[in-house]
């Protein structure tokens, strides 16, 4: 309620709909981020675990819990979740700890390139390939965050762009 008064008080008003617009249309694509993050965090912890449990492979909840956890972070984060895990088996040993290595990569090549950009475009309404190439450029400028930060980022530059061509085509 706070923030309608505030918004309405301080934009003109003139671009009070289309700042609406604007408004709705950036919270819903972070929240549809955020439950396709989420969602593919879960598919990929819960294959994961599968896989390590098929393997016969120690400690699989807790390893696949890291890994769930760590995938929230776009494309690259299971990785860090699977050094966590390969550290964690080598104690125990060096062939499981290799094992899960090789799984892991397989898991997540397949992960990588199928899953994350359908249920992540699918979720946000971004083409598989504009996923691909946000995170990418995104890691590339700004590391972590930017990894985290770019698909939203893209899916609503490629939502304003589409507005704006929609405009143009009816005048």
């Not at 760590?70 to 494309?75: H, M, N, Q, S, V």
């Not at 125990?92 to 997540?108: D, E, G, H, N, R």
């Not at 990588?112 to 083409?127: A, E, S, W």
Request: charged fraction near 10%; include cysteine.
């Amino acid at each position: 309620y706070q923030m309608t008064r505030l918004f309405n008080t301080f934009v003109p008003r003139q671009f009070l709909p289309i700042g609406r617009k604007a408004v709705k249309t950036t919270l819903k694509v972070f929240d549809n981020f955020v439950v396709g993050q989420g969602i593919e965090s879960m598919i990929l912890g819960s294959l994961c675990f599968v896989g390590m449990l098929m393997l016969r492979l120690e400690y699989s909840g807790f390893v696949s819990l890291v890994v769930g956890m760590t995938a929230f972070i776009p494309f690259f984060g299971a990785y860090i979740g699977c050094g966590l895990g390969t550290i964690l088996l080598l104690f125990i040993s060096i062939k499981k700890a290799i094992t899960f290595f090789i799984f892991f990569i397989v898991l997540q090549q397949l992960e990588n390139n199928f899953i994350y950009p359908r249920v992540v475009g699918k979720r946000t309404g971004l083409p598989a390939f504009w996923v691909i190439v946000s995170v990418t450029v995104g890691g590339g400028l700004l590391g972590v965050v930017g990894m985290i930060l770019s698909v939203p980022i893209v899916t609503l530059l490629y939502k304003y762009a589409a507005w704006i061509v929609a405009r143009k085509e009816e005048t």
